[in-house]
């Protein structure tokens, strides 16, 4: 799960890494006090789960009220690259000397943690980085390893922080390590880490993170109450939401093909053939989601599943595939035909049964004799099949603008 800027910053303060002080508004109206409040001037930041924020306009400075409402009015509706923005922060601006990048990932192939650091941060890291690679340091947290003080001092002055900024650098280094183990990222990153302050007073310099991105592990949402705090209602996927709320385990995607599987493993495979299929064919046919029954699904799993796929105006055609071990195929049969008659869908069912009870379940389905569900006998044969008939839908819903 990716954060919002002002849902990222939270954590950091929480780490007790320096950030402006800063509201939260979904209005213009509210932007406008929140800026009476916070003191001019102050930026106001388009809350979108996106960077390059700055250079499409939805960062802007606001030097009195009037100002800080009509940017807000104008930053509010904006998307940016695609992402809706969906509220607004507006913070303290500060008076930047200096921009840094820092960021710490997961790295999967050597099974480490990740530091990325530049002394030349800001807006242009990535231009940046393809024209001075050099100037970015690539540095490790072994997984097992403690990173301590001195660890992080040593980080500090590799990376290149200036003289006087390396013990506040390794403070702050240290802090968005235990913020990145302690809350389960896969991403924390900080751009820009400022030094600001007065350029004649050098008491007043200081490292400051202006902005941050922080992305959680899913599979730990367990351990954080869910990440309740962060749940994204206004955006949520419709599709998600109401699986959610079923308890199934639904990821909705691009694609015209609903995917339904038992087992993580088999339904990414079903994904892929779908994918593979669509490609063979050359119509690029895809899956519209990802859906798990799980181990052991009744027919009435089964058929909540089907319903939330059925609901899917994108959908063309379906895939079912289930190995049938704990699950019972006899049972998958009778929700499919539940679901079927429930939502009598215009489009074809194919279904591959294998395992416990495939035979039952096979049974079941012929006995309805209902022409859109088809049996295919393997995981290729059904994938090649569904692709298919979602491609001729599309076509035949293209005809008529031919
Ligand atoms: P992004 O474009 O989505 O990464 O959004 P940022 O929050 O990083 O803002 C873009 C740029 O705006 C930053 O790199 C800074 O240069 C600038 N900026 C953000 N906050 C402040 C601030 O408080 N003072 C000043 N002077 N510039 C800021
Ligand atoms: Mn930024």
Known sequence: MDLYEFQARQLL????????????????????????????????????KIGHRGQAG????????????SLATRILPMSVHGHAVNGALVAEA?????????SISVDRSSRDFDVLATANGG?????????????VRRLHIEALDDFGTEDA??????????????????????????CFRDSDATLVEINPLAKIGDPDDESSKSLCA?????????????????????????HRDPFEARARELG?????????????????????????AVAGAGEEQRTGVKAANFLDIGGGASAKVMSDSLGIVLSDPQVRSVFINVYGG????????????DAVAEHDPSLPIVVRFDGNQAALGLDILSRAQDPRIRVRSTMEDAAQAAAEAAAGERETGKEGSR
Request: with cysteine.
């Open 123 to 135: 807006t242009e890291v990535e231009e940046v980085a393809r024209r001075h690679p050099e100037s």
């Open 326 to 337: 704990i699950t019972s195929c006899d049972e998958v049969a009778r929700g499919i035909l």
């Open 58 to 69: 939805a960062v802007r400075l606001a030097h009195d009220r009037n100002e800080a409402e």
């Open 153 to 178: 001092r040593r980080m500090a002055e590799d990376i290149g922080f200036y003289h006087a900024d390396v013990d506040q650098a390794a403070d702050i280094l240290l802090r968005m390590w235990r």
């Open 210 to 234: 202006l902005d941050a991105k922080i992305s959680l592990d899913d599979n730990a949402a367990f351990r954080h109450d869910g990440w309740r705090r962060f749940e994204d209602t206004a």
């Open 13 to 48: 303060e929480e780490a007790g890494i320096p950030v402006p002080r800063a509201l939260y508004a979904t209005t213009a109206e509210d932007a406008g006090s929140a800026a009476d409040d916070i003191g001019y001037p102050c930026v106001i930041k388009g809350q979108a």
């Open 94 to 102: 500060k008076n930047v000397l200096h921009e840094y990048y820092v």
């Open 248 to 272: 199934l385990h639904y990821v909705h995607l691009d694609g015209q093909v609903g995917v339904i599987g038992n087992g993580a493993g088999l339904v990414m495979s079903s994904l892929d």
